[in-house]
């Protein structure tokens, strides 16, 4: 086992699937550090653990298969359709036969394995892993980050590094603590709560989202796990709470829906939906997944953003330590590249979540409408103007913003 040092090519602060798969992309060139401020990497689970493998539009963007080999020790189920609900009962089902797919549109992971697996490769690729290990704070030297002070187990310490990777998710300090904005507004987060429940009669192989004012600015999820079990939980626009606690409204959709199911584990937390912010790069810092608010704004999933993000990450601080500049002008080559791979597309969607986010119950129902019987080739805006178009053309009106 090696022992701890003072001096790393790049720290990475936080084991979720960007910090691990960052590390594991960087620890091939440098010598890096991955700290977790938890005692376990991958619980709890703060996720509802499902990840594309295709891409189609407005949603997925990119496949899971392009950073990660499926394995079937954390995988709990397939994917083959995904139902959408409205307020009037009305559904919108898409399945992989329709998409003419033989294999599945998705998985359902086991986040606890699928985490430490990740973490499991950064290791093996040379990063050396710390848990039980909190930043407390940066080292600066004229406004450039030049390490992380860090606390294992009670005792502080200082480690010095090239490149600092901010993995910290949604709370992230370290942006903050190195001049990154990364402040969100209430009408920006989306604030979760989930159960893990036995005895539930759900789909199999079916995600069931429900949308409409019981679930005010966002919108319930049913994610089967196989053999009666499921995710099933909600997020609900922090503008929009009402003076109710995301449980509050997931005990209510579980006892209109799940009457006699049985929860065996409860997580709450928050994910953004943000646009984007104006830059996740500094001098010898960069931000990367939640941290980085890189989630997609409309169904607020991270898995993906944070694989892909990782990864370019990863790639670009190795470069920078190679080249013994990781200044912010050579960090920016990660900013640039992503935002050519997905942050254009991004924006947009952040488009369409304020757009979502402003429909009435009797809206939604009419876009449902306009949406059933949809054929694969209309699953695009050109086909949902086309369907709103003979509907109502007052929808349409509203959705210039996204033209």
């Known amino acids: ?63 899971f298969e392009k950073y990660v080999k499926p394995d079937k020790k954390w995988v709990a189920s397939e994917v083959k359709g995904v139902c959408a609900n409205a307020p009037d009962g009305t559904t919108v089902e898409v399945s992989g036969e329709m998409l003419g797919l033989d294999g599945p549109l998705g998985f359902i992971l086991e986040r606890k394995l699928f985490d ?19 930043a407390t704070g940066l080292i600066l030297e ?56 036995q005895n539930v009669e759900v789909k199999e192989n079916t995600l069931d989202f429900y949308f409409g004012s019981n679930v005010p600015g966002g919108y319930a999820w ?9 995710n099933i939980g909600l997020g609900v626009l922090g503008s929009k709470l009402n003076g ?4 509050d409204y997931l005990n209510d959709f579980v006892a209109q829906r799940f009457p006699g199911g049985k929860p065996v584990e409860l997580v709450v937390g928050g994910f953004p939906v943000s646009d984007s912010l104006p830059t996740i790069v500094g001098d010898g810092l960069m931000l990367i997944g939640d941290a980085a608010r890189h989630t997609e704004p409309v169904t607020g999933g991270g898995i993906m953003a944070a694989l892909q993000s990782g990864t370019i990450a990863g790639v670009v601080a190795s470069k920078a330590v190679r080249q013994k500049d990781a200044s912010s002008k050579v960090l920016r080559e990660y900013e640039d590249e992503w935002q050519s791979s997905f942050g254009k597309e991004r924006k947009r969607m952040y488009k369409v979540k304020e757009f979502v986010v402003s429909l009435s119950d009797d809206e939604i129902n009419k876009f449902f409408h306009a949406f059933t019987g949809i054929a694969a080739g209309e699953l695009n805006l050109k086909g949902a103007t086309r369907r709103l178009l003979g509907l109502d053309p007052r929808l349409l009106l509203k959705m210039r913003q996204l033209l």
């Open 1 to 63: 086992m090696k022992t701890r040092s003072d001096e790393y090519d790049v720290i990475v602060v936080g084991a979720g699937p960007a910090g691990s798969v960052a590390a594991q992309n960087a620890a091939a060139d440098c010598d890096v550090l991955l700290v977790e401020k938890r005692q376990e990497i991958g619980s709890p689970v703060r996720c509802a653990e499902g990840v594309p493998l295709i891409e189609t539009p407005f949603v997925f963007h990119t496949s």
């Open 116 to 134: 430490r697996q990740l973490a499991k490769d950064a290791a093996r690729a040379g990063a050396q892993v710390m848990v039980r290990t909190r």
């Open 142 to 197: 004229d406004g450039a980050v030049r390490g992380v002070k860090l606390n294992h187990l009670g005792e502080d310490f200082e480690a010095h590094a090239q490149v600092v990777i901010g993995a910290d998710g949604i709370e992230s300090q370290v942006g903050r603590w190195g001049g990154i904005n990364t402040t969100l507004k209430l009408k920006d987060i989306e604030s979760c709560a989930q159960y893990h429940m």
């Open 222 to 230: 049913v994610f089967p796990k196989g053999n009666g079990a499921g």
């Open 244 to 247: 109710k606690r995301p449980l």
